[in-house]
């Protein structure tokens, strides 16, 4: 067995340090966010009791906050597996360090967004009707599909990568993990014990899940956007839904991950690890989906505004210069337009710059989805006064449990599992440093003493 | 003393002028014009892209008002006239808003308001209407003295779900003559998740020459259905209403299951296809993962959490 460099000795020191010294910080925000999905389930309980006459939603405005988050946590779930994946497919190896938390962000955002529809429903017992009398002419059964196969192939692409890293855990942390957390390790090891046979099998796995998932996380937003586009509304007649849906998903997810990443750097000083090169990658990426966001919205709205019918002009008073211009303005100027000028100019393309373009990019896309979902909503279908929607406590509160339910999960998995790829990180230090002493898949197996050993 | 004459003598020839204006004044209070503001908006007339018209009796004193409104089309300018009239407002537009004109109507009948310049929305503000209805039709709240209006429906007793209906209407006067021009109008009132029945415009129609109109209607759901054919009336003829039941019974289901064009080859199996390849391939990943599982046993010595 090859012994430990002092990188990987020092990786592995930092990165599983938190599986067992979570720190004063994660105490603390976890409580918080506890007390915030408290709240959620409070309001959550008070829909169930008195129905969905508790929310702003009506029968003209049918949809609101709920199916806006579900839009957006589906995209934000793009940021994982799909950059992941396509990074690993294009072998870019700056990547190492950055996959493992943009496929916890893919994972949990699936099963918090896939929650909101069952919210959005009212009666949580006609979920079964869904399986009972769902029929395969419905865009929401495509969806209920699209999203089980997208979260089973998550969880497995997540999982695959992180079998070394359990095997390491459980050996270079021990018992010292405390019992329950050593035979979890113990477990989801999967009995890995680097032999060539196994990394054979981890590798192909891993090739077979990386080209899967791929195709799946495509049809997954584009399932999304044909519930709206297979409806007969004005602003979603649109053969580009899927296309647009799939680049804002790609857009926000890599905006939230950023976030994510600067709040773990910054938390779990992996300041050796997440270096600026990353943050700065992604920029560019952020940048050039802003593009193309930016591109689509422009197509959209000429081909459309040149040959208007009522409910296009109505849709363009209400985005342009009425009730929802300060969204739409910001969507735009905030959320595509300043964040290429951040990447664009070497002064600001810093990590905090970057931070700042993330965190416009990820509240513009949010606010995007629901202008998506609200505003077209508002368009009069019959000759009658536009409705407004306001969302009420019950939906601010279940709005704000959901992204504190995110957080949660997040933490949970933090405290689980390590952020970075460690076997994989090592590897794509010793392939910069040039020299080739480890093998394929090597993860440092113990020589260590348990506790950590640092 | 010559000087209180002259005083006394001013106020007796002032006074009466005085109080003649007083009495004036008095009278033109009394003759209040009715006060009309018409919005011009980007949709027309008060947001109206159609069908906008003002109704006022004859002889009555209006100050009709176009106020400029515009949010979209910021440089247009109007000039509004009322055709008949011969009137002409002061052009509106985004510096000067409102233009007033105070006019007694005094010819009955419809007349055209239209904005006389070429602006951006001339299309929406060309059919504009002033129907000065006569007394006696009710219009100005007295009793409606216009003839009855008489309409005769003809439709089948019977239809079947998504069937089209044909209904054949005859508006007439009480002498029996067809009265050409009259707009018709079919609303089925129905209610919906037991909320009060409404009337729901179903078809409208204008009437020949032999005074008949065609009105379709669509039987999308069965039973009795009751639907009411109205004639709002015009300077000529009081409104008229019938109502008509119809039964609708079972027909084909009005939903299209399959596409009128279908690919050939994409259907259900195809899409079943995919969907056991993609679950297919995981299962293959999940055998793997058994694989590596196994190789740890047969490949592995001791304990796997180093023992150390």
């Known amino acids: 067995m090859a012994a430990m460099s002092d990188y990987e000795r020092r990786l592995q020191d930092r990165v599983l340090r938190p599986l067992v010294h979570p720190g004063r910080a994660w105490n603390i925000t976890f409580a918080g966010l506890l007390v915030v999905f408290g709240i959620g389930l409070v309001a959550y309980a008070y829909q169930l009791r008195n129905g969905l006459v508790v929310t702003g939603m009506r029968d003209r405005i049918l949809w609101g906050l709920y199916i806006t988050n579900f839009v957006f946590f589906i995209g934000i779930s793009h940021a994982g597996t799909l950059i992941s994946a396509i990074l690993r497919a294009s072998q870019a190896g700056w990547r190492t360090p950055v996959t493992r938390i943009a496929e916890f962000i893919t994972v949990v955002a699936l099963t918090v967004g896939g929650l909101m529809p069952m919210i959005d429903l009212g009666r949580p017992d006609r979920i079964p009707h869904l399986f009972l009398y769902g029929r395969w002419q419905s865009p929401i059964l495509w969806d209920l599909l699209a999203i089980s196969t997208y979260l089973v192939g998550s969880v497995a692409y997540l999982y695959l990568p992180m079998v070394p890293d359990l095997a390491i855990a459980r050996d270079r942390l021990g018992v010292t993990a405390g019992r329950w957390k050593h035979a979890f390790y113990r477990s989801a090891a999967l009995g890995w014990r680097n032999t060539p046979a196994q990394r054979r099998l981890l590798h192909r796995a891993m090739t077979i899940m990386m080209v899967l998932i791929i195709p799946i996380a495509v049809s997954v937003h584009t399932v999304v956007s044909w519930i709206f586009a297979m409806t007969l509304r004005e602003p979603w007649n649109s053969t580009v839904f899927g296309a647009f849906f799939v680049a804002g998903a790609i857009f926000s997810g890599i905006a939230v991950l950023i976030l994510l990443m600067a709040l773990l750097r910054k938390v779990y000083h992996l300041e050796e690890y997440l270096l600026e090169k990353h943050f700065v990658y992604l920029g560019y990426l952020i940048a050039a989906m802003a593009a193309i966001i930016f591109y689509f919205n422009v197509s959209e709205y000429m081909v459309t505004g040149y040959k208007p019918n009522e409910a296009v002009d109505f849709q363009f008073n209400q985005m342009f210069r009425g009730q929802f211009a300060g969204f739409f303005w910001f969507y735009l100027v905030g959320g595509m337009v300043v964040p290429v000028l951040i990447v664009a100019f070497k002064r600001t393309r810093t990590i905090r710059g970057i931070v700042v373009a993330a965190a416009l990019v990820a509240v513009a896309m949010w606010i995007e989805r629901y202008f998506i979902v609200v505003a077209s909503l508002r368009i009069p279908l019959l000759n009658y006064e536009p409705r407004n929607y306001a969302p009420t406590w019950v939906e601010l509160a279940l709005t704000a449990g959901a992204f504190a339910l995110f957080g949660l999960v997040i933490l949970i998995f933090v405290r689980f599992i390590p952020v970075v790829s460690m076997w994989e990180q090592a590897e794509q230090h010793a392939v910069e440093e040039g020299h080739r002493a480890s093998p394929a898949v090597r993860p440092a197996l113990p020589d260590a003493t348990p506790g950590g050993g640092a | ?308």
């Open chain 2, 1 to 308: 003393m010559r000087r209180l004459l002259l005083l006394l003598l001013i106020a007796a020839l002032t006074l009466p002028a005085t109080l003649g204006a007083g009495a004036r004044r008095t009278g033109a209070q009394a003759t209040e014009p009715m006060k009309v503001r018409i919005p011009i908006t980007d949709n027309g007339f008060n947001d109206q892209p159609t069908d906008f018209t003002v109704t006022v009796p004859q002889g009555q004193l209006i100050e009709l008002t176009f106020v400029w409104e515009q949010q979209i089309h910021v440089n247009d300018e109007h000039i509004m006239i009322l055709e008949g009239y011969n009137l002409e407002w002061p052009q509106i537009d985004v510096n000067n808003r409102e233009a007033s004109l105070r006019f007694v109507a005094e010819k009955a009948g419809s007349f055209r308001l239209k904005c006389d310049l070429e602006c951006e929305i001339h299309d929406l503000l060309k059919d504009g209407k002033l129907l000065v209805t006569e007394p006696g039709t009710g219009a100005a709240g007295g009793p409606d003295t216009r003839p009855e209006t008489q309409l005769a429906l003809t439709a089948p007793v019977g239809a079947s779900l998504g069937n089209k209906v044909a209904f054949s209407i005859a508006a007439g006067d009480t002498t029996g003559a067809p009265i050409a021009g009259a707009k018709l109008q079919l609303v089925e009132v129905t209610g919906f998740y037991g909320l009060d029945p409404q009337e729901v415009d179903v078809a409208r129609a204008v009437t020949a020459a032999d005074g008949t109109a065609t009105l379709e209607y669509i039987a999308r759901r069965t039973g009795t259905r009751t639907l009411k054919a109205i004639f709002p009336g015009d300077s000529q003829h009081a409104p008229a209403s019938l109502d008509v039941q119809l039964d609708v019974g079972d027909g084909p289901s009005l939903y299209v299951v399959h596409p009128p064009t279908g690919i050939p080859g994409v259907n259900r199996f195809f899409v079943s296809g995919i969907i056991i390849a993609v679950w297919g391939t995981m299962f293959i990943v999940a055998m793997h993962v058994v694989g590596i599982v196994r190789a740890g046993r047969t490949e592995g010595s001791g304990e796997e959490d180093g023992s150390v």
